[in-house]
């Protein structure tokens, strides 16, 4: 075993960065789907103890006023009326599907995620039918949370009271930065006025969190310009914040400006400068009290601010996920839904649930995906692990551990498996080294 560490990639190029589950999406195929299926029919009770497994409820609304550069989701510009309505009677249906499998009757929700593309594109019309019918089908009165990603642009007095009455509990703005020159550069839909606006009235109506979104390493971002937003940031004194580092996906308009071009290289910051800049921002809330709590979230009082999705996502929750391109978890299965807008919706209204790839993970598999994902929010309970899984995770994964704790990115203290800053602030491509070598795709930034 090697001391030195993994060789750095300095410049940004295109590719995905995080790690959002495990094992990858690349390994999620269709002839799987069946399995899922047949997960479905099974009752909680034979599930491996399902009936305490928590229950929580992800919904892709996919439209958007305009596409972002860097955009990656699954998102539209050119939906009409009508379209976005046929898109809403397919969400119900596909969720009424869900609420009769055994797998999901009678279960309650502790969770629920509005995400995007944008939600607040809706009109407030639109979402009390689709939020009305959603708690017909599955009652929302045990949720803990429930989270609404939000455009400021998008954000009426009007609007924003709805979203409140619909019973959100975090309202979490994609701001990404305070200029206006950077906003516009990267293709971003609204400007900083529509951002003090917006979240003043939400803070004056009283939403018991509001989470600000800033992206590090934008197009044509400067030291100055990121410093200028960190300070507007900490005057805001949001709930909670998170910080991603600029990724530059296959599937971006960055990327296909770069493919026309010819050019290897992204037009954004280079790694070591994103990991300085969201390092400095953590620095200047630290100041302030706020206390970081994962490798892109610090908050403002831990005792009160959660991320129950969160939670729920790393700690091996079923997630049932609905609309189109979104993928969940459900009775031991990872799956993923069409991910264009009319075989999507088609499926539904024939009948079909709408999936389209899945996979059963193993044992082992679940272990790993469990243990990395909760590393990026820098502490493990090996306790807690062995507990769960009856194999502690300082035998499970000895020799990843001592890789990462030689090269001075990890620190093990009795029960908890603790990650430095500086490994926090690049834990993603240091999960590779825990990849089963079939996972194994290359080294990442």
């Not at 960065?17 to 899922?36: G, Q, S």
């Not at 869900?98 to 019309?125: E, H, N, Q, V």
């Not at 005057?235 to 296959?250: G, H, K």
């Amino acid at each position: 075993m090697s001391t030195a560490t993994p060789p750095l990639r300095h410049e940004t190029t295109a590719g995905n960065y995080f790690v959002a589950n495990y094992p990858p999406f690349a390994f999620w195929k269709p002839e799987f789907v069946p399995e899922f299926l047949s997960a479905l029919e099974r009752p909680p009770s034979t599930l491996n103890s399902q009936l305490s497994t928590p229950l929580g409820l992800y919904t892709h609304i996919p439209f958007c006023r305009k596409r972002c550069h860097f955009c990656y989701f699954k998102v539209y510009t050119d939906k009409d009326s009508s379209e976005v309505r046929g898109y809403l009677d397919a969400l119900l249906k596909e969720l009424t599907v869900y609420a009769g499998k055994p797998a999901i009757g009678g279960r309650k929700l502790k969770f629920i995620y509005f995400g995007g593309g944008t939600p607040s594109y809706l009109s407030p019309d639109q979402l009390k039918f689709l939020t009305d019918g959603m708690k017909r089908l599955l009652p929302w009165d045990e949720a803990e949370e429930v989270t609404f990603e939000a455009e400021p642009g998008t954000l009426t007095d009007h609007k924003l009271k709805a979203i409140r009455d619909l019973g959100v509990t975090r309202l979490s703005l994609g701001i990404e930065h305070f200029d206006d020159h950077i906003l516009e550069i990267n293709g971003r839909a609204h400007r900083s006025k529509e951002i003090a606006r917006a979240y003043a009235y939400a803070r004056e109506i009283g939403f018991p969190q509001i989470n600000i979104d800033l992206i590090a390493g934008m197009v044509e971002e400067t030291e100055d310009k990121w410093r200028e937003t960190v300070a507007k940031a900490v005057e805001l004194r949001p709930d909670s914040v998170t910080i991603y580092q600029m990724e530059v996906p296959f599937n971006t308009g960055i990327y296909h400006q770069m493919k026309a071009d010819g050019k290897l290289v992204a037009p954004v910051a280079d790694w070591e400068t994103k990991r300085a800049w969201v390092d400095y921002a953590y620095r200047e809330f630290e100041k302030i009290g706020y206390t970081v709590t994962s490798g892109t979230t610090v908050v403002r009082d831990p005792a009160k601010v959660k991320f129950i999705y969160r939670e729920g996502l790393f700690g091996g929750a079923d997630i049932l996920s609905i609309g189109v391109a979104s993928f969940g978890h459900l009775s031991g299965v990872h799956y993923q839904n069409h991910h264009e807008f009319a075989p999507y919706v088609d499926a539904v209204n024939a009948g079909k649930l709408p999936v389209y790839r899945a996979l059963t993970p193993s044992a082992d598999e679940r272990y790993l995906r469990e243990f990395m994902l909760q590393l990026k929010l820098g502490s493990v309970s090996a306790e807690k692990f062995t507990k769960k899984f009856g194999r502690d995770p300082r035998e499970q994964f000895a020799a990843p551990l001592a890789t990462l704790k030689e090269w001075g990115f990890l620190t093990n203290g009795g029960d908890r498996i603790n990650v430095t800053r500086e490994g926090l602030l690049q834990i993603d491509r240091l999960l590779h080294e825990f990849f089963k070598p079939e996972h194994k795709t290359g080294r990442y930034a």
